[in-house]
Structures are given as C-alpha cells and as structure tokens.
C-alpha cells in the first residue's frame, strides 16, 4: 500500500531531481522538540557516513507515536530516555532500575544504547522573580500557593510519570491547570499567562527566561539517560550504520547538550539543526558531513508539491465515494439521512486524533494523512449532493417524466446540471477545508505546509510560522478561485445567470 501510495506520488508530481528515488534502508525519527531533532539528526548522518541510505522522519509527535512506528517498522531508531521508557512504554512492569529495560524491550524485539552521556530529566520551573516573592525554592513549596496556575506540555499532562503522579506524590492543589506545546509554555511563563511549568533540564530557555528550577525534594522523578531505542533486525540488516550510530554513547554532556539547544533556539544567530549536529561530530568524532540548506524558495517549492499532493489524492477519492453516495441518498432519503448521519459523526472526530487514529494500521507518512483528509472530505460533498437534488422542484422531475426519459439520462442530462451550483460549492467547501487541516499532518511526517509551522512553534520563530501558513492560505484561495472558474464551465449558463442575479 505505501509503495503504491510512493508510486501515485511520481506519476502525479514527477521526481524532484529526475532520478529514481533511492530505497530508505535507515528510517530514523524524532519527536517533537529541539532535542529530540538534534539527536535524530546526529543519528542520520552517523548512518550516513557509514554508507547507508538514511533518511530522518523529524518532529513526529510524542512518545507512544514513536513507539508504535518503531514496532511497526516504519523507523528503526530514535532517541528516548530511560525514565519515559519505564514509566510510559512499559508502564506497569515496576522496574528498579535502568538495567531491567534491556530484556523487557528484547520481547519486543527492541534494543537500547548505553547512555549518550547526559540526564535530561523532568523538573518544575517558575520565572525566578514570581518564585523568590512566593519563597518558593523546592516542589512541596508550591503546596502552600493553591491559586498558582499551571500549563504543563501535553504528553506531561497525561503521563504516568507526568502530573498525575506529581500531584499525588507532593499532594498538589492546584486546579488550574491547562495542557500546552512544551516550547509555547515558556512563552505563557513569560507573559504570565501560567505561573509554573514542567522542563526539560537541559532546556536552554531555562537560562534565556530567568527561570527557578524547583527541587524535587521527594526524588519523584527518576533518571532520564538519553538513549536510542532501534529494531533489533537492524543489526543483521544495517550492522556498519549501527555502529557508527552507537558511537554517540557516553559522548553527549549535558553540556553539551544545552549549548546544542541553545545554537538550535537562540533569535539572533540562530543555526540549523542539521548543521549543530554536524559541527558536533566533526569535533568530538571527528567526522566531516555535508549539511545541505536549501534555499527558502526550494523549501517552500518542496512543501507546496507535499501538500498538493495530500489535498488532491484525498479530494479524488471523496468525490469518487461521496458524489455517488449523494446521488444513491437522494433517490432513497432512508438511505441518505443515513449515510449523512455516519458522515457527520466522522466530522465531530478532531483531525488530530483521526490522524494518530491509523497509524498502527497504515503507518507513518501521506497514506494515514490521505485517509483522514479523504473522510472529512464526504460529509460537504455528500451533503451538498444530496441537497441539490432533493432541492429541485417537482414539476421539473414531472416535465422529465413527461418526457419518457430514464432514470439515468434524466440524472445525467437535467437533475445534475440543475444541482451542480449546490455540488460545486460542496467540493469547493471540502477542497478548502482539505488544504486547512493538511497541515496537521506533519505531526506524523507527511510534510508539506504544517512542517515549517511545527518548526517554527518549536523554536518559537513567526518567520518559519508564516512560511507554512502563508502559502496555505494562499493555496486555499487559489483553490477557490480555480472552482469559481470551474463554475463558469459546470454550470449551466440559465443557472448562473440566475445565481448572479
């Protein structure tokens, strides 16, 4: 399915450069924050520089999308840390220590590094300021301040190792309490819109935004050694890449490692991942890679094909299901309130949830992103479809009937024609709607518009934001004026003079 998904690109698009797309031997991802990319990026070109063909699928989301893509198959390696491997991949199995990971992951058929050299554990941070007029210098502190407003990253606020199990450790509180992306929090710290926060402790914003680190005076939360989990297939099938990825091991400071956020988020000089990783191995590995930077133009020419592709894939496949469903609806109205009803309740779903929804089925990548655009697509098609020929007024259907034609010429030659100002403005409605929530999908590594937003979120950069929102919203008003054109050849001239009037 992904190869033909692969395949439908090409013969759409063409290839970029005119050559044969290489095969991906090394899949290696990412989550979501700057770190996260940073090692992943290191991974890829260790790999790389082992001769293999790697690719990094960055910024995929957070833990358990990692985890299930490492099981399926769809990446061999990614970065993780002991703690969230104990208290949220394996949860349940009371693990001592660090030592005990190895075998169960093994039932998996998952192996894990030695330690990369740095402890990037979970901690509770306040703007210094706020904290020193509060006396607030340890977590059982905050006990004492029930009115404090917390904003916690998303995977912390679920977590088993997050809030739930911080707040019945210290017994906590505090009720206002809202889920936010980690890197928007330190914004909301900033402007006061929350008053404490969950951290990374190698965070660089730590320092950047004054922030007091509170001490974990009850030792809840448990070492997080940066590691990296991969397939165990992968030592017969890539052992030269392996290794040269394992030589990260004990190499990685926690230093170093908030000197590397810091280069990644600092507004002044800021510097691409790709290029911090490289510099860091060529000094402490002493391995040269070529960082390749694409022009802003390149990259925005790039995402524009990605997203293209997800809207138009998905838009063909609704209007093949949904124009006959709507058709099928209103010659049996049962039927059609029927379908309607389905449809509308695969609306009501939030994207996001529908996109994670298929990865343990169809994986990482456009085939999940395509199926979910492809459901929200039925309900406006299917609706408007509906509507238009049940719209159409009995005399005509009588005139029609009068006449002794069919049942399908009548369709084709007077009822389409009649509702094609209500179908168009259905498709119009789905293509629209399509280009909007395509740039969900880079949460799970389709690319196009939503990947510079995601970026440009993480790293708190309005450039990067507006280069995926932008020609996204540009993009929705070219597809609607292309259905505006399309209206002046679809709709009968009587109908469109009518609508004009």
Excluded at 92 to 103: E, F, I, R, V
Excluded at 191 to 220: F, M, Q
Excluded at 259 to 272: E, T
Aim: glycine share 8%; aromatic share 8%.
């Amino acid at each position: 399915m992904k190869r033909a998904v692969f395949c439908l690109t090409l013969m759409i698009f063409g290839c970029a450069d005119g050559a044969p797309a290489r095969k991906i031997t090394v899949a290696i991802g990412s989550k979501k924050f700057t770190e996260s990319v940073i090692l992943g990026e290191m991974a890829t070109q260790l790999a790389q520089s082992a001769g293999a063909n790697a690719v990094h699928r960055h910024q995929l989301g957070g833990t358990q999308i990692l985890w299930k893509a490492l099981l399926a198959g769809d990446i061999d390696l990614y970065p993780e840390y002991t703690g969230t491997i104990a208290r949220e991949i394996l949860t349940g199995q009371n693990l001592d220590k660090d030592a005990d990971l190895a075998p169960i992951l093994a039932r998996f058929g998952v192996r894990i590094s030695r330690s990369l050299g740095f402890n990037d554990t979970y901690a509770l941070g306040m703007k210094d300021k706020l904290a020193g007029k509060l006396g607030i210098r340890t977590i059982s502190d905050v006990k004492q301040h029930p009115d404090l407003g917390f904003g916690f990253s998303d995977e912390f606020l679920r977590r088993s190792d997050g809030w739930p199990g911080l707040r019945e450790r210290y017994g906590l509180p505090q009720t206002s309490v809202r889920g936010l992306d980690h890197d928007l929090a330190y914004v909301a710290l900033e402007n006061g819109s929350i008053d404490a926060t969950d951290l990374y402790s190698t965070d660089a914003e730590i320092t950047y935004h004054s922030l007091r680190v509170l001490a974990d005076d009850l030792g809840y939360f448990p070492p997080y050694w940066a590691v990296f989990l991969y397939r165990a297939d992968l030592e017969a099938r890539a052992p030269e890449a392996l290794r040269a990825v394992l030589r990260l091991q004990d190499q990685i400071s926690a230093a170093d490692m908030t000197k590397m956020n810091a280069q990644a988020k600092r507004r002044s000089d800021r510097i691409p991942e790709a290029q911090i990783s490289a510099d860091f191995l060529s000094q402490k590995l002493g391995i040269t890679t070529v960082v390749r930077v694409e022009s802003v133009p390149m990259q925005i020419l790039a995402r524009t094909r990605e997203h293209l592709y997800l809207v138009v894939v998905s838009l063909t496949l609704a209007l093949m299901v949904a124009l006959p469903l709507g058709v099928l609806g209103a010659r049996w109205p049962t039927f059609g309130q029927a379908i309607l009803a389905a449809a509308g309740v695969i609306q009501t779903i939030p994207s996001l949830a529908l996109l994670v929804f298929f990865i343990p089925f169809l994986g990482l990548g456009a085939l999940p992103a395509i199926v979910a655009l492809f459901l929200y697509s039925l309900l406006p098609i299917m609706r408007n479809t509906y509507a238009g020929l049940r719209g159409i007024s009995p005399s005509v259907r009588e005139s029609a009937l009068a006449l002794g034609l069919p049942a399908w010429p009548r369709l084709w030659r007077i009822e389409l024609p009649i509702a094609s100002p209500t179908i168009l403005a259905g498709i119009k409605t789905s293509a629209v709607i399509n280009v909007g929530t395509a740039t969900l999908g880079a949460i799970i590594g389709t690319g196009g518009y939503g990947e510079p937003i995601m970026t440009g979120i993480r790293l708190n950069d309005m450039g990067l934001i507006l280069q995926g929102a932008v020609p996204a919203a540009v993009m929705a008003l070219v597809v609607q004026g292309i259905f505006e054109i399309a209206e002046r050849f679809l709709v009968p001239q009587g109908l469109r003079l009518k609508t004009e009037v």
